[in-house]
């Protein structure tokens, strides 16, 4: 997940958002299986990608440095180990890079609607009625391929290491097994590759706009706000009976939260504790929150990554039918493009929950505190 | 496979809010992993409309039945995501609780005759069972969508 703030405001785009939309939606390939033509990289290039990540974009000249400095770890987890990465994964991936995918990922046009703490949102580059653009998309097929290929493996040692686990998706091993240092070596190339992905389409973020505005790369400043990825296992240093311990913890639905003065916060926002990213659905609004230190005494610095869905997708689906869902959007001002024709059905925005109810609990609660609301103005969805 | 197959007889849908996932039956272990493709790719696109034009050979070795079942769904989903092709139906030459060789029929995705509906991202081993009821054979597979 991704958020890029801008120098524009609201009415330094009116009249151009739906030729915005299509642009990203022509620069950007999405949709089920959706690959780029103009990217085919050779199998050594490819594992310089899931080793290097966003650095390798940047390196590229996809993007700058000050891009890096603002993600995650620096766009780059350390202990990746392509090596362990299938040639199947690699096959899957190969094609895909630089794509959106399909599903609940999307890249949007958002606008800074509301401000609740102003001096963490200036501190972000956030001020109100900017247009920021926000991204979600991860490893694509490569990734559940890594997935695929780890299951595989876990479902034996599982047995061998005499585990008793009530669901065999739950299959796992000893974290110093040799299995785990294999999958942990994967599972960060899958994310690097993510890191990678989002760096690019950043890129073609920046480009779209330079070519629908007529208006050079100073004028519209884009600059990358925060970047983390979500469901993943990280090692972290968390207070545990007193005692500061290294931990690996895994999160699912959930986001990382760091608290301030975390080591692992990039240094730029080391005081102010990590940004957090919530989207919501395509119809209302998501929220950017900022890491506490409750929420890393209670949640080992845990957030939600979203509002979770109200409806399954058959639900949803049948609600959608015969409603002309693209239209009804943009009577509410958003500009809305999809890949499949199934997609936005299962998108409609009340099939997911509210997501403000579900952040004002984690604010509520402390574990992350609300700095903005965007709300959105144009949509893609894979 | 029948031109208008009984969906019903082949699969029902299992679905909860984040999940979605099948219960598939069949009368002896071919038919229940041939439906089951034939399932797989009715969630993905309409199995309706997949023509056996083409055919693959597959080979896999698994645990035991509920991990065949798994990584024959899997190695399905790989072929589609890989070669993007849609599978309709399938025969074996081996099916052994841990060893299957089959030959899979279909065709390459083609977007004019071939709606996508959903993108499966993994088939997963959560509340996988793979279990004889009476003198059928019945299993639930869920899917990460």
């Known amino acids: 997940m991704r958020i890029l703030g801008s120098g524009l405001s609201r009415t330094d785009i009116e009249g151009a958002l739906r030729e915005l939309v299509e642009g990203l939606f022509r620069n950007i390939p999405s949709g089920v299986g959706s690959h780029r033509k103009d990217l085919r990289l050779s199998r050594a290039e490819l594992k310089r990608v899931l080793q290097h990540g966003a650095q390798w974009a940047v390196a590229q000249g996809y993007g700058v440095q000050r891009d890096l400095d603002h993600t995650e770890e620096g766009g780059c987890l350390a202990g990746a180990q392509p090596d362990r990465v299938s040639d199947r994964a690699l096959e899957r991936g190969r094609a895909q890079l630089g794509s959106l995918g399909s599903g609940n990922h999307f890249v949007e046009i958002d606008y800074v609607a509301e401000i609740y703490d102003a001096p963490v949102a200036h501190a972000l580059g956030l001020f109100r009625d900017q247009i920021v653009v926000t991204l979600h998309t991860g490893s694509r097929g490569l990734g559940h391929q890594v997935c695929d290929d780890s299951l595989k493996t876990m479902q034996r040692a599982t047995t061998q290491y005499g585990i008793a686990i009530p669901d065999r998706q739950l299959c796992c091993a000893p974290l110093t097994s040799p299995e785990a240092h294999a999958y942990i070596g994967a599972m960060y190339s899958a994310a690097n590759f993510a890191f990678a992905n989002r760096q690019l389409m950043t890129h073609w973020v920046r480009e779209t706009f330079e070519q629908v505005l007529q208006r050079p790369p100073r004028d519209l400043q884009f600059e990358v706000i925060y970047d983390v990825c979500h469901n993943i296992g990280k090692f972290e240093m968390h207070p545990v009976g007193g005692e500061i311990r290294r931990l690996c913890v895994h999160r699912k639905g959930a986001t990382r939260a760091l608290p301030p003065g975390h080591e692992q916060i990039p240094a730029v926002y080391r005081d102010l504790g990590q940004p957090v990213l919530v989207p919501g659905d395509m119809g209302r609004y998501s929220y950017v929150l900022i890491g506490t230190a409750q929420g890393g005494i209670e949640t080992f610095s845990s957030s939600c990554h979203g509002a979770g869905r109200a409806l399954s997708r058959t639900q949803a689906k049948k609600s959608a039918r015969g409603r002309p869902i693209a239209r009804e959007l943009e009577d509410r001002g958003i500009y809305v493009r999809s890949a499949g024709r199934a997609t936005l059905m299962e998108e409609i925005p009340e099939a997911y929950k509210d997501v403000s109810e579900v952040v004002d609990v984690v604010h509520g609660a402390g574990i992350s505190r609300k700095v903005a609301q965007l709300r959105p103005l144009g949509v893609i969805k894979g | ?145």
């Open chain 2, 1 to 145: 496979m029948p031109a208008e197959p009984d969906r019903a007889a082949i699969y029902t849908l299992v679905e909860h809010t984040a999940d979605l996932g099948i219960v598939v039956y069949g009368e002896d272990m071919g038919t229940l992993f041939a439906h089951a493709a034939w399932a797989l790719f009715d969630v993905i696109s309409d199995a309706t409309t997949i023509e056996p034009r083409r055919r693959l050979p597959i080979t896999l070795d698994a645990m035991d039945r509920a991990d065949l079942l798994v990584r024959w769904l899997g190695e399905l989903l790989y072929v589609y995501d890989t070669q993007r092709f849609l599978c309709c139906d399938a025969t074996f030459s081996v099916l052994e609780p841990t060893r299957l060789e089959a030959i899979i029929h279909g065709e390459p995705l083609d977007e004019s005759r071939h709606p996508i509906d959903t993108e499966i991202k993994a088939v997963t081993y959560h509340q996988i069972a793979v279990e004889q009821v009476g003198t059928h054979w019945q299993a639930q597979v869920i899917f990460d969508v």
